[in-house]
């Protein structure tokens, strides 16, 4: 009998242990789907802790159950993540892959313990929480068939399908045998949430920093220099910059470095700009503007693409 509640206590832990695993995993691979956006400095810091963490649960849990395997895989991939630490360095696919692999060598430890799949479609209470599940072979056909048929104005300095199947590819890479659904559409979430709140900084933004330059006069006047508003352009444009960088907005980041640089020479009365400069820095604004709408727009489209994609995307 005393062995009998024994056993129904582990039973119980590792239940425990399983659902716990299965958060730690998920938030470990939506994270390092993120991180490899090349996401801003203090982001990629924050990407790292998460499956830092995530990986160090899973290693502590195991060994207070007494799961040594599982224990074993999390702490070998301790310095796969120390590798990608650094948020100045850049990263191969290598450097990602290395990763992935040892993340799937922790999903088949967890897997041969508890007796649970962690990549396999269940039918049993954890696979219903942790949501559908696809292939990634067919999915990666499905997304290289989209990107082969959507229109090249939809993809074209956008392409968001693009980065999902090299996303997709390393899975593969990695022998993940099953996607859930839900990490990919947390995924396009948090993409969609970030342009959106892009998009709307522009729109804040941008008319203010064009009434600074309708300002900008050809003189030495310092009255008419308009100092105290040419400073807060300045910061206005530092934002948007480090905005495009978020969402790797390239055309849009370049162009906010050199608006900011011509600016901050302004500023500091090393140059004047005349008239017909300033219209055209102003005309190349409102042209950036417009391109962003459209950027943002060919991600919405994209996004409901691949929507379409996955299981959830027809019910």
């Not at 495009?244 to 906010?256: K, L």
Request: proline share 3%; glycine share 6%; with cysteine.
């Amino acid at each position: 009998m005393a062995a009998d509640t024994v056993d129904d206590f582990q039973k119980e832990l590792i239940e425990l242990f399983v659902q716990e695993a299965h958060e730690w995993l998920q938030n470990i691979h939506v994270a390092l789907d993120e991180l490899q956006q090349a996401p801003v400095p203090e982001r990629h810091v924050k990407l790292i802790r998460t499956i830092s963490a995530g990986v160090t649960n899973l290693a502590g849990s195991a060994a207070t159950i007494n799961l040594p395997d599982i224990e074993k895989a999390s702490v070998e991939a301790i310095p796969f993540i120390e590798a990608l630490r650094d948020p100045q360095k850049q990263f191969s696919g290598q450097d990602f892959l290395a990763l992935c692999k040892q993340l799937g060598q922790i999903h088949t430890a967890l897997t041969r313990a508890t007796g649970i799949s962690f990549e396999n479609d269940e039918t049993g209470s954890v696979g219903d929480a942790v949501g559908r599940r696809l292939a990634p072979e067919e999915f990666l056909h499905a997304l290289q068939s989209l990107q082969n048929s959507a229109p090249s104005r939809m993809t074209s300095g956008h392409n968001l399908i693009r980065i999902l199947i090299e996303q997709i590819e390393g899975q593969v890479q990695a022998g993940v045998e099953r996607i859930d659904t839900t990490v990919i559409q947390g995924y396009l979430a948090r993409v969609s949430d970030a342009e959106e709140s892009f998009l709307k900084a522009i729109d804040q933004r941008v008319p203010e920093i064009l009434r600074t330059m309708s300002d900008l006069k050809e003189t030495r006047d310092e009255a008419s220099s308009g100092s105290v508003a040419l400073e807060a352009s300045l910061q206005d444009v530092a934002r948007l910059r480090a905005a495009a960088q978020q969402v790797n907005a390239s055309s849009a980041m370049m162009f906010f470095s050199g608006l900011h640089s011509l600016l901050t020479v302004v500023a500091q009365r090393r140059v004047f700009l005349a008239a017909t400069r300033v219209e055209s820095v102003k005309g190349r604004l409102h042209t950036m503007g417009v391109a962003i709408h459209q950027w943002v727009e060919h991600g919405r489209a994209q996004r409901a693409a691949i929507n379409q994609l996955l299981p959830a995307g027809h019910s």
